[in-house]
T-cell receptor, first 107, second 114 residues
């Protein structure tokens, strides 16, 4: 049983397209994180959400606590957005991770 | 401000050996958490330390242990290494370890067990 499910698993987009990555979870959470991992391993935290919506540049993250669902949107995608995007949820004392969405943006 | 520093970057060990990995958090951060990433299992939570105390622990055997020092630097140790322990080990720091706090990750230690 996976506490966190992400979709799609792989995504290829043309530069400039609007991209949505979805995350559903089955546990009660205190926070949800969207992480970005480039080849080579380094992980960057994009957003930490406990409610509502956050925006940073071309990235928007939303969460619906009642539906246990979050989305990460990338507007006007660019090849440098190519990376693996990982959804992670924190319960009181545990972290659970999605398997990641591999995004490739083609020029 | 320096980021989270993990050493070494790469490590090769043989089965049965033990290994110690180090993580220096961002200056002023008091919480350090550790994660294992493998192609098959993805990211998994190992443990979390705050003010030298282990606060939370993931579902890993007792061969995996850690500690945190008074300067917030943390080490994790894996004893009696198995082939399946080959993974990228990541640590993350946070300012105060509140559950709704942003995490800052290090670049990881790539461990290969032969």
């Amino acid at each position: 049983k996976n506490e966190v499910e992400q979709s799609p698993q792989n995504l290829t987009a043309q530069e400039g397209e609007f991209i949505t990555i979805n995350c559903s979870y089955s546990v009660g959470i205190s926070a949800l994180h969207w992480l970005q991992q480039h080849p080579g391993g380094g992980i960057v935290s994009l957003f930490m959400l406990s409610s509502g919506k956050k925006k940073h540049g071309r990235l928007i993250a939303t969460i619906n606590i009642q539906e246990k669902h979050s989305s990460l949107h990338i507007t006007a995608s660019h090849p440098r957005d190519s990376a693996v995007y990982i959804c992670a949820v924190r319960t009181g004392n545990q972290f659970y991770f999605g398997t990641g969405t591999s995004l490739t943006v083609i020029p | 401000k320096a980021g989270v520093t993990q050493t070494p970057r790469y490590l090769i060990k043989t089965r049965g050996q033990q290994v110690t990995l180090s993580c220096s958090p961002i200056s002023g951060h008091r919480s350090v958490s550790w994660y294992q990433q493998t192609p098959g299992q993805g990211l998994q939570f190992l443990f979390e330390y705050f003010s030298e105390t282990q606060r939370n622990k993931g579902n890993f055997p007792g061969r995996f242990s850690g500690r945190q020092f008074s300067n917030s630097r943390s080490e994790m140790n894996v004893s009696t290494l198995e082939l399946g322990d080959s993974a990228l080990y990541l640590c993350a720091s946070a300012a105060s370890g509140r559950s709704n706090e942003k995490l800052f990750f290090g670049s990881g230690t790539q461990l290969s067990v032969l």
